[in-house]
C-alpha cells in the first residue's frame, strides 16, 4: 500500500503553497503580540555580562560546498546588526524573525546550507540556523524562559569539526514559522550583543543586575551505538543550577535526551553494539 503524501510533498508548487499558508497563520497569530515583541536597541551595553560565546563561521560539514558556507557568513553578517544591542526587558518577549525580517535576494541575502526533511539543501537565506544556536546557547545559561525552540530531530547528518558545544543543542528555523523566542520572565533587563569577528559568530549575553543563579550545561552519557537500523548518537544534555553566592548546586534538569541516526561514514566511529 503506498504511503499518502501530504500536500506539500506533491509538488515544488504544492510546497509554495503551504509555505505562505504558513507565514500567513504566524502573522496573525503575532498580532496580539506585537506590543510585546522586544525592539529597543541601546548604543550603551549593559553592565553584567551572564555568558559570552563565539563559534566558527566557516566549518568543513561533510561534502556540503564550501560555497555556501562563504555565503552563509554573508547571511550571517547582514542578520547580526539586527540583533545586536538589543534590550528584552521583564515581559518582553525576543522573537528572532521579528527582529531580522524574511531574508531575501533584494535584501542581499544568498543561498545557504538548509535542512529540509532531514536532508541537506539550499535557500535564501541558510545557514542562519548558526545565528539561532548560539543565541539558544547563551540563553541556556541564564533565568530566561524559552517560549519556542525547533531542532532537527532524529538525525546526525554532519561528523564533528571542531564542536564545542554538545550535540543536540542546536536550533532549527524557517522564516516566519519556525521561530526562536525567549521570555523574560524575571524583573531585570537583558541585551544581546552580536557581531562578526575574524570569522567567528560572536555574542554575549548582558544584564543590568548579578543574577543569583548561574547555569553549567552538561553532556553526559554520550556513545555512538551499532543498532540493526543503523548507527546512532546518543547523549543527555542536563542544566546543572548553581547558586552564585555558596557556589553550591541547587537543582540538575534532563533537557533532552537524543538518539539520533548517523547518516555520514561511521567507519572511524567507536561503536557499542545494541542488538
Known amino acids: 500500500m503506498l504511503e499518502r503524501k501530504l ?23 503575532n498580532l496580539p503580540l506585537k506590543s510585546r515583541f522586544a525592539r529597543e536597541k541601546s548604543n550603551s551595553e549593559l553592565e553584567i555580562r551572564i555568558y559570552r ?33 538589543i534590550l528584552i526587558r521583564p515581559g518582553q518577549i525576543f522573537s528572532f524573525w521579528e527582529l531580522v525580517g524574511k531574508p531575501s535576494v533584494a535584501c542581499g541575502y544568498r543561498e545557504g546550507l538548509v535542512i529540509a526533511s532531514g536532508k541537506p539543501g539550499s535557500g535564501i537565506g541558510g545557514g542562519m540556523c548558526q545565528f539561532t544556536n548560539l543565541i539558544h546557547w547563551m540563553i541556556l545559561h541564564s533565568d530566561l ?91 543527555e544534555i542536563y542544566r546543572v543550577t548553581i547558586d552564585v553566592r555558596t557556589g553550591n548546586k541547587i537543582s540538575e534538569e534532563l533537557l533532552r535526551k537524543n538518539h539520533a541516526k548517523v547518516a555520514y561514514d561511521s567507519s572511524n566511529l567507536t561503536l557499542v553494539d545494541c542488538f
Open 7 to 29: 500536500f506539500c510533498e506533491i509538488s515544488p508548487l504544492a510546497y509554495q503553497i503551504s509555505t505562505q499558508k504558513e507565514i500567513m497563520l504566524r502573522k496573525l497569530k
Open 53 to 85: 560565546h563565539s563559534s566558527l563561521i566557516r566549518r568543513k560539514l561533510g561534502n556540503v560546498d564550501m560555497q555556501l558556507q562563504e555565503n552563509k557568513a554573508v547571511n550571517l553578517f547582514l542578520a547580526a546588526p539586527k540583533i545586536d544591542h
Open 145 to 235: 524562559k524559552i517560549l519556542e525552540h525547533h531542532c532537527h530531530d532524529g538525525i546526525d547528518l554532519f561528523p564533528d569539526f571542531g564542536r564545542v558545544i554538545p550535540f543536540g543543542t542546536g536550533t532549527s528555523i524557517l522564516y516566519n514559522y519556525l521561530d526562536y523566542r525567549f521570555l523574560n520572565n524575571t524583573d531585570r533587563t537583558y541585551q544581546l550583543i552580536t557581531h562578526i569577528d575574524n570569522g567567528y559568530l560572536c555574542g554575549e549575553l548582558r544584564c543590568d543586575q548579578k543574577p543569583a543563579r548561574k547555569y553549567h550545561i552538561e553532556c553526559r552519557n554520550e556513545f555512538f551505538s551499532r543498532e540493526p537500523d543503523g548507527v546512532f548518537r546518543n547523549n
